[in-house]
């Protein structure tokens, strides 16, 4: 089932060696305007969490959602959102740098520098 999931990712075949393959279904009928953005913030939880706990996820938005709904026998009033894998990583890669603040962050206008 995996590798069908994987398949449905753009072909992203490495999504199959992960323990599991969480996928974001979303329910329109119940908020046809937010859905997305509840289903975004429940993934990006389980993100926090399961790194918390010491497991690699990694977003998908790369996807064919018909696919995803045929392969995972999803009705057709739901909407696939996003994708994640979820297990333990074969690597811990090094922390890449982060942006500095002034390149994030505005202090009441766009643009203007913001002092923390």
């Known amino acids: 089932q995996k590798q069908r999931v994987a398949q449905a990712c753009n072909g992203q075949m490495w999504l199959a060696d992960a323990a599991y393959i969480v996928v974001a279904v979303g329910l329109p ?3 046809a305007k937010w859905y997305r953005v509840d289903m975004a913030i429940a993934l990006e939880n389980l993100v926090l969490a399961a790194r918390s706990l010491g497991y690699g996820t990694c977003w ?3 996807f064919d959602p018909n696919a995803l709904k045929q392969v995972c026998q ?3 009033e739901l909407d696939v959102v ?3 894998p979820l297990g333990v990583p074969d690597a811990a890669p ?3 740098p982060r942006k500095l603040w002034s390149e994030l962050f505005s202090a009441d206008r766009y643009g203007e ?3 923390p």
């Open 29 to 31: 009928q119940v908020s």
């Open 94 to 96: 090094a922390a890449r």
């Open 113 to 115: 520098p913001l002092n």
């Open 74 to 76: 999803i009705p057709d």
């Open 82 to 84: 996003a994708c994640t």
């Open 60 to 62: 998908i938005g790369a």
